[in-house]
């Protein structure tokens, strides 16, 4: 079976830096994608990562390692529109097949 | 254009009720997604259209019933729907290519079912 593991939630300051974990095991891998989703609303694409290393995509970058099954989503000089919940999906071996983690709700506080 | 529509925003409907969720993109995108999003949970993929067939349907109950008219439209068709089928229901569209091309997906429909 396909697994695709994140934290429930975390809390982070205004201004501050948080990192969001995904650890994952699929039979096949086409790219790892990074989603934003505010409540009640679409996902929206934040990053995507096929190759070993970090993408850097202005306050948003993201990691992988294909060997450890792990990537991670690095939030800079965090606002407070960025409470939302980011989802982490892998790309399968069928190109139109994407499975989800269960998100991490990102609270941030003043 | 990079948008994905649909219609309806939110619906209600009884048990009994036969209705229809529509999704339209004009992109160019040969893939199509119905995906099922409850509350605090990650979207659960129900069908895939891939050039206008069908190419993945992850055991759906047969009271939803996907149509692909053409490359652009999706329509998701309900019926004697159950309380539990409440839930936001998302179209997505990629491209046929892979690669970093992701899903895009559209605002999605609200459905509760009385």
């Known amino acids: 079976g396909q697994n695709i593991d994140q934290p429930t939630e975390m809390t982070a300051t205004e201004g501050a830096i948080v990192q969001i974990n995904c650890t994952y095991q699929?039979?096949?891998?086409?790219?790892l994608f990074w989603y934003q989703q505010h409540a009640g609303e679409a996902p929206t694409f934040l990053s995507y990562?096929?190759?070993?290393g970090l993408e850097e995509k202005g306050r948003f970058s993201s990691f992988l390692s294909r060997s450890k099954g792990y990537s991670y989503l690095l939030l800079k000089e965090l606002q407070m529109k960025d409470s939302a919940s980011y989802l982490c999906?892998?790309?399968?071996?069928?190109?139109?097949?994407?499975?989800f983690g269960s998100g991490t709700k990102l609270n941030v506080k003043p | 254009d990079t948008e994905v529509t649909q219609t309806p925003k939110h619906l209600v409907m009884g048990m009994t009720n036969k209705k229809s969720l529509k999704c339209e993109q004009h992109?160019?995108?040969?893939?199509m997604y119905w995906y099922k999003q409850k509350a605090k949970k990650p979207p659960e993929l129900m069908f895939v259209?891939?050039?206008?067939?069908?190419?993945i349907n992850e055991s759906v109950p047969s009271r939803f019933s996907p149509e692909c008219p053409n490359s652009s439209l999706l329509n998701l068709h309900l019926h004697a729907l159950q309380p539990e089928d409440s839930a936001l229901y998302l179209c997505?569209?990629?491209?046929?290519?892979?690669?970093?091309?992701?899903?895009?997906f559209g605002p999605g429909t609200r459905l509760l079912v009385l």
């Open positions: 997505a569209s990629s491209p046929p290519s892979g690669g970093q091309e992701t899903q895009y």
């Open positions: 699929t039979s096949g891998f086409n790219g």
């Open positions: 990562n096929v190759l070993d």
């Open positions: 999906a892998v790309r399968g071996m069928d190109f139109n097949k994407f499975y």
């Open positions: 992109m160019g995108h040969r893939a």
């Open positions: 259209y891939s050039y206008e067939k069908l190419s």
